[in-house]
């Protein structure tokens, strides 16, 4: 049990920090629109997909592999608390039309993502 959280921790620490690193990356855009979370949630997405995708290729799923990547990584990259409270931002501000493009695009473009990862995994075996 302390070996699985120990993977989660350092998958989740190294997510974070690619997370911060996009933040970093986009904050000369973060003024009109939440680029950060919408980002890494996409990028999240991606490779939660791939990632998903080749270890049910090679049924390693429930595997530690699946952990430090998937729980940990992943988790730590996307964030759904972020993103409700910049909508909330967005609806405060009553930026409609950036709401709904944001609730919108980050549902849709993220469940793309997350296909387009599966399928590249898919094809790779």
Known sequence: MWKQGLLIFIGGGLGSLLRFGITKITAPMQNFFPWATFSANLLGCFLFGLIAGVLLQVDTLKSEG????????????????????????????????????????????????????????????
Do not use: D, P, R
Not at 75 to 98: D, K, P, R, V, Y
Not at 112 to 125: H, T
């Open 66 to 125: 699946a952990l430090l990547l998937l729980v940990g990584f992943c988790g730590g990259l996307t964030t759904f608390s972020s993103f409700i409270n910049e909508s909330h931002q967005l609806l405060s501000a009553q930026s409609f039309l950036l709401l709904v493009l944001y609730n919108i695009g980050s549902l849709f473009l993220g469940m793309l993502a997350l296909a387009l990862g599966y399928w590249i995994a898919k094809s790779m075996f």
